[in-house]
């Protein structure tokens, strides 16, 4: 890797824990190139894509790099898809790594690895590349449901912005508990709450468990008629997060049509402010996934996403 220049800012993403982990760990190998705490910011895709780029130097973590990234001595971390290469920009890319791994390797280029480090990261690797087939595979998920469950600034602070004390945390109890007891009730409600949005993708309707693993299951059961699966879920600024998973690769395309992103099989979107309950958000994936012309005239979410 090239040498790396002191930047004002690491961003990442707020909601997985391999954002969490990528940015605590550039925080780390930023303090041992240059001496000081850099301040972590963290981000959802709809607020990334509207973020002014105001620093002279920054470095991203678990975001797609774009033209706009494009800055002499700025460092992109990442493993999503992107259409034009850097120009100016340190771009450390590579789909089969989750973006924490990625940062990992350079932690260990610079002597600052350890053997908790490791086993952390291959988790959330193995996690966040949803390797079904691994046999840490659930327990990756347990992990990864940290900060799904608790959300990304408070995990941060009930571990101190110290990466190592997530491994083996007590917390984890509550996850295999949950996951144990709560995903047998959820997978069976919610096989009898799905409904059609599109010929193509489904809208499950959850209440209890893993919604990720839950979706998972759905799919993978072979007995549904969609290939994407998608879920709602309200924030607490009263806008909906929609979440698109699949087995083959029709996730992110279907993400990407809601100005969202992410991975192939497992991606996301922030809907429009205007929609700002179920049943909007409901019709809203209606009409950009199985536009009619009345649908077009009549929803305004419709209209804030095209002209966004």
């Known amino acids: 890797m090239a040498p790396l ?29 240059f001496g000081s705490e850099v301040q972590l910011q963290a981000w959802n895709y709809q607020g990334w894509k509207n973020r002014t780029m105001g620093e002279a130097i920054a470095w991203i973590a678990d975001f797609s790099f774009e033209p706009r990234l494009d800055r002499p001595g700025w460092l992109i971390v990442d493993h999503h ?39 952390l990261v291959q988790l959330t690797n193995v996690g966040d590349l949803w390797c079904s087939q691994d046999p840490d595979f659930v327990l990756a998920l347990d992990y990864a ?24 945390h007590p917390l984890l109890e509550v996850m295999g508990v949950k996951r144990r007891i709560e995903n047998p009730i959820g997978l069976a409600w919610s096989e009898m709450h799905i409904e059609k949005i599109s010929p193509d ?14 979706v998972h299951q759905l799919l993978d059961g072979g007995t549904l008629p969609y290939k994407v699966l998608v879920t709602l879920f309200p924030k607490a600024n009263r806008t909906f997060v929609a979440s698109f998973r699949s087995l083959t690769g029709e996730a992110l395309p279907v993400a990407n049509r809601f100005q969202g992103g992410g991975h192939p099989n497992a991606a996301g979107a922030t809907l429009p402010r205007s929609v700002t ?32």
């Open 277 to 308: 309950d179920t049943e909007s958000a409901v019709a809203f994936l209606r009409e950009t996934l199985a536009p009619s012309d009345v649908g077009r005239r009549l929803n305004p979410a419709f209209a804030e996403l095209t002209l966004s």
């Open 5 to 33: 220049s002191r930047p004002e800012v690491i961003c990442t993403h707020e909601s997985d824990l391999d954002g969490l982990l990528a940015g605590l760990l550039l925080q780390r190998l930023a303090k041992h190139f």
């Open 201 to 214: 993708v489904g809208l499950v309707q959850t209440s209890i468990g893993d919604t990720n693993l839950i």
């Open 81 to 119: 898809v992107f259409t034009s290469p850097p120009r100016q920009a340190q771009l450390v890319h590579d789909p089969l790594k989750s973006a924490s791994l990625l940062v990992y390797d350079r932690v260990r280029e610079a002597g600052l690895g350890n053997a908790t480090l490791d086993r």
């Open 145 to 168: 449901s940290l900060v799904k469950e608790y959300g990304f600034w408070n995990l941060h602070k009930v571990i101190g912005g110290d990466p190592e004390k997530i491994l083996d």
